[in-house]
Each structure stands twice: as C-alpha cells, then as structure tokens.
C-alpha cells in the first residue's frame, strides 16, 4: 500500500492516519546520521513486506531511504534452504543515495538466511535471529557442519537471540489460528522489534498493515497483535540493545511517498498524457522485473489508460505501434529477452517515424540470465539492436524517482520528434524504493506534439517533414483530408509513395539520423558534480548514480579531487559532452557490464582516455567498490 505524508517544519502529518509525529527529545536514545537494516528469510517468510512497512514508516518521520528488495528466482525453493533466502535491504537517514553497502542490523529468521547474508553485515553489527528455527534439523538444511552458527561463520557482531516463533504463538493463543497462519506473522514480530529499536511510531506501521489487509480483518487483527508483541519485547531487552534516533532530513514540504522505479515510470507515463492530451496506451507481454508497469497502468482506467496484456512481446509492440498511429501515447514494457524479439517492430517505428516509448527493464543475461537480479547490459542492444540503419533516442534513469521524470521524458521526446524511444532502468531501481515528493502539475511542461494543421490540407504527404528539424508532421487517422498510410517500406522523401531509389533511400536514412541528433537541441546539458578543481572525472550512467556519487563524495571528503558526471540522455548524448570530457586529465567511467557505456564514449570521443570500473554478478555496485576501482585507477592501475 502506499501513504503519502504532508511535510510542514516540525512536524509531519499523515493525511491517512490523522496523525501528528512529533520527535521529542530522550537522552537514552542514541542518535544516528543513518542506519542500514537487512531482513532476511524465506522467500515465503514476508521479508519484502516487513521491509516495505518499515521503509514507509521511516518516510513518514522525514528520513530519506534507498531500498534493495534481493529475492531468488525460484518460485519456491525448499523451506530453510540456501537457495530460497530472500532479502530486502533499507538504507534511511540523511544524505542516503544508496542501500547501504553492509547492514547495520541484520534480521535473520532461520540458519540459512543467516549464512547467506552474514557477509552483509558490518563487523559490530547486530544480529537478531529467530532462535526458535535453529534446530538441528535447520542448521543441517543450511548446510552448518556445527551446531554453533555463530562461531562457524566467525560472525564478529552483537547476536540478540529471540524465540519468535514460541512468542508469536503465545500472542496469538487465542486468535483461533492454526499453527501455520500463527508462524506466518513472524515477519511482524521482527518489525516490531526493529521498530522499537529504531524509535519508529508504531501506529504509521499498523495503519500500513491495515491497508494492506483491509479485506482481512481477521489476518490484519492478528498481525497487529504480533507488532505489538515484537514492539514489546523490545522494551524488555532495553538492557541489551540500545536504541536509536535516525536524524531527518531537511526536506522541501509538501506530499511525499515511498515509490519504486517501476510504479514511478508508469506514472510518469501518464503525466506525459496528461500534458500531452494524448491518451495513453500500454500494449505488453509479463516479463520480470518489468510487469509491475503493466500491473500498475492497468489500474489506471479512471485517469483513461488503456493497458492490454498481448499474447507476447511481438503482439505488446505492435498493438503499441497501432496505437501511435492511432494517435495515442503509445508504449510497451519489458526486459532484456523481450527487446530483443521487439527488435523488428522498434525497426517498423523507425521507418514508419512514428512516436513510441518502450521501456526497457535491464535485468542479468543472456537470454533468460538471472530474472530477478540487476545489471546495465542491454545498452549496445538499445543503441544498434535492429536490422538496417535505425537510430533510436535513447534515455536512462538514475534512482527510483528519476523513473518518473525519465518516463516522462522520453514520452516527451516522442511526441515532439516523431521517433521511438527507449527508456533503460533496470532491476535494481526498478524493484528499489525512494522517498519522493509528489510534483505539482504546473512543473512539468505542456508537450506539444508536431500536428498536421487545417492550413497543410491538399499539400500534405505522410512523411513531409519540418526541414530544420527533420520532424514529420503528424495526422492522427479520422482527420478529414489527412487519410494516409505509413509501414515498413522505403518511401519518396518528396511523395511518400514506395520508392527503390538509391538516392531517395540514402537522402531517407540521413532524414531520419539527423532527426535523432538534432534531440541534443532539446535536452539539458551535462552537469558535473564535486570538486570543480578535480583532474579525475568519475562517470556513469543509469541507476548506478546513487553509488557513485556517494563514492565521489566519501573520495573528497578523504581528500581526493574527484568530478562526477552521470548520463541520463544516452542518443544523442548532450551537446556538451566532448567539451566535458576533455576538461580531465583522466576519466573513468563506472557500470555494472564490461564496459559498453566506456567502449560508446570511446568511439564518439577517441581523444579521451578512459579507464574503466566493471562489474557484471547480479548486483549493484557496492560504494567501497568503486571507491577502491577509483583509487587504483589513480595509483596508476587500470
């Protein structure tokens, strides 16, 4: 469920809960700049929903928060085995731009959990376990040769041993459960717990509950029980464990929310409609990590957004394409496996010159990879993947919020230019959550897509086209005197009738290349963060910015003189960029693939000299990572 927060100085109001937090002063509470809490357990063990609740919680008292939801790609391993662990990892406090590379709280409720996310957890970090699930019997199906888990790991950190299990059950004695929906609300014992640890407001964590089990009354009174109890049980082990103040950020009032990447592209999708007038159309086939888009456009039909769920990944784009030419916002969603069989129809949109957003979900490969884990290795695929000379707008987004303004974005640039765009995130934003504030309408800008005008009746042909900007007018179907067709098919530059002409092709093909460059006119130029006296130029591009730039920060405050610049417009890339680059003695580019944002700047810009940061296991950078890359780049190592 999602709740949004009113933000005033002093205090935050919760429009759902009618509530008033206010943050009084206890000098038994110590005070943090920021935390990191990693729940961990199986797959079926609600770690994703405790992790969630208490990312909303911790939004609503003004922390800001980074989240990595980290699940396998099984449907269901085996209880208690290695395999089936499922994490979700929650950064919260100020100046947070990532998950946090290690956890300062580790929750693990069985052995296996425990073993696989041990090495996530800061040395002097706390430990809190589900006693009660480290039974021989589960320390053997986590493959432990001894019966002292904690010792076998050599695990250098403060172990709070809790018998969840046994006091979930006592708290609900009476409720008339079974012994299985009792053991399910563990998860909310252990955000009970958490929260108390972490002096979050109980009531924003229980109305959440609510919301999500409104239909459930029974569940929803159970579980509240058992946050309580974990709640509870906190205070009974003040001795053992302090607790702590996580300090807020001064953030800008207004209405804000905990929002993932791929529910802030699907909104940022109907913003672009709204500013657009044009109606939005979503033709996809489910694909992790991408179907969340569909799921969540599919409940907008009160806002006018057709979203259909085709037989494929062919039928998704080509429903799309019918409905650009229809004269609709026209876009389809998916991953890495799905661009590929896409590739065809994003060739059609191209010769055809129609606008079309397909969003691109980046996820581990080849082929069907790793579905559930994180990489940016579809880039050569989005920029050449297609047959013939077929140049394609090409946009990322930085952070799960940014897939709001990105979404937009590339709807904007296809409507205004007549192109397809392809819009990169991937697994890692797209499942993450953020803090965000929700805009006003009035900060976005009208988009005024390039239309044919009464004036053009009797002169107009499909493809005549704007001769600055290589644009062609657009006629939506049903307009008197504008009946035309458009396809796959070579046309005249002059008639828009078939044409084999060798020179008519060639004059066709540049018509469409300088269309795309000319994008570079209407989009920001390159910023560039850090030290304005630095010689080192760090550069990324897409959802890694949250990790360089605190890389780049901790790498300044040590002493280094280090620049950040981070791409988010990819093809054409700003108009600024060569001059940006040649500024530094060196520059080093930063991806989680071997190197093919390196290897693009390489081929527009071969003076620069770039070294390079790769990484390609499934998972994000860790800061420590690039911060280690950087400073052996330095010291002369590549």
């Known amino acids: 469920m999602q709740s949004t927060w009113r933000v005033m100085p002093g205090v935050m109001y919760n429009y759902d809960v009618n509530l008033i937090i206010v943050m009084l002063d206890n000098t038994d ?17 609600g770690m994703q929903l405790a992790g969630n609740i208490f990312s ?11 989240t990595f939801p980290d699940y396998p790609a099984e449907v269901r391993a085996p209880q208690g085995s290695l395999s089936g662990v499922s994490g979700f990892q929650v950064h919260i406090g100020r100046g947070v731009y990532t998950p946090g590379d290690k956890a300062d709280v580790l929750v693990a409720m069985n052995p296996a959990a425990l073993k696989q996310h041990a090495k996530f957890l800061k040395e002097g970090g706390v430990a809190i376990v589900d006693i009660d699930s480290f039974k021989k019997r589960d ?4 493959l432990f040769v001894t019966d002292d888990p904690f010792t076998e790991l050599q695990l250098k950190a403060q172990v709070v041993e809790v018998p969840m299990t046994t006091m979930v059950k006592d708290a609900l004695a009476d409720s008339g459960l079974d012994n299985r929906s009792m053991t399910k609300c563990k998860n909310m014992f252990a955000l009970g717990l958490v929260c ?3 002096d979050r407001p109980l009531e924003n964590a229980l109305h959440l509950l609510k919301g999500k089990f409104a239909k459930k009354p029974a569940v929803y009174e159970a579980n509240a029980k058992v946050i309580r109890a974990g709640y509870d ?23 804000y929310t905990d929002v993932n990447g791929n529910t802030a592209t699907a909104w940022g999708l109907i913003m672009a409609s709204e500013k ?23 409940k907008r039909k009160d806002l006018g957004v057709k979203a259909c769920q085709m037989e494929d990944e062919i039928a998704g784009i080509c429903s799309a394409i019918g409905a650009a030419f229809a004269g609709d916002l026209a876009a389809t969603s998916t991953s890495g496996p799905g661009l590929s069989l896409k590739s065809e129809g994003l060739g059609l949109a191209v010769i055809a010159e129609l606008p079309l957003v397909v969003i691109d979900v980046q996820r581990g490969g080849p082929c069907t990879g790793l579905p559930t884990k994180t990489e940016q290795t579809d880039l050569r695929q989005a920029l050449y993947g297609r047959n013939g000379e077929s140049p394609i707008a090409v946009v990322a987004a930085a952070s799960p919020t940014d897939c709001f303004d990105m979404a937009f974005e590339a709807a904007r640039i296809a409507l205004t230019h007549m192109t397809p765009v392809i819009l990169l995130t991937d697994g890692f934003i797209a499942n993450g959550s953020s ?42 179907p049903g307009m008197e005197g504008f009946t035309h067709r458009v396809g796959g098919l070579e046309k005249s530059y002059v008639t828009s009738a078939i044409s084999t002409d060798p020179a008519n092709h060639a004059k066709m ?49 040590e002493g280094q003189k280090i620049a950040l610049a981070h791409f988010r417009y990819i093809n054409p890339l700003p108009l600024n960029t060569g001059e940006v680059l040649s500024r530094y003695k060196r520059v080093i580019v930063a991806e989680l693939n071997n190197g093919q944002f390196a290897d693009y700047l390489q081929a527009q810009f071969p003076a620069t000299d770039i070294s390079r940061i790769n990484k390609v296991e499934g998972q994000p950078f860790l800061v420590q990572e690039i911060i280690d890359g950087v400073t052996k780049i330095i010291n002369g190592g590549r």
């Open 233 to 255: 049980y906190g205070h009974n082990i003040h001795a053992s464990v302090s607790t702590y103040r996580i300090e807020s950020e001064s953030i800008r009032p207004g209405h």
């Open 29 to 45: 509470i110590k005070v943090l700049e920021n935390v990191v809490v990693r729940f961990s357990g199986d797959s079926g063990d």
């Open 509 to 557: 093909v540049e018509a469409r290349r300088k269309k795309v460059e000319n994008i570079a006119n209407d989009i920001p130029q390159l910023e560039v963060k850090g030290d304005a006296s630095a010689d080192t130029l760090l550069v990324g591009w897409g959802g890694t910015y949250g990790h360089l730039l605190s890389a780049a920060n901790q790498l300044n405050a």
């Open 56 to 66: 909303n919680v911790s939004a609503s008292v003004g922390n800001q928060i980074s």
């Open 196 to 198: 108390w640890l972490f």
């Open 276 to 298: 657009s007038g044009r109606p939005l159309f979503l033709g996809s086939y489910p694909i992790t990590p991408a179907t969340d888009i569909l799921q969540e456009l599919a």
């Open 435 to 476: 803090a965000w504030r929700i805009p006003d309408y009035d900060e976005y800008p009208e988009i005024k897509p390039p239309f044919v005008t009464p004036e053009m009746r009797g002169r107009w042909h499909p493809y005549l086209r704007n001769e600055e900007t290589k644009v062609r007018y657009w006629a939506v």
């Open 139 to 142: 320390l053997e199906k986590a």
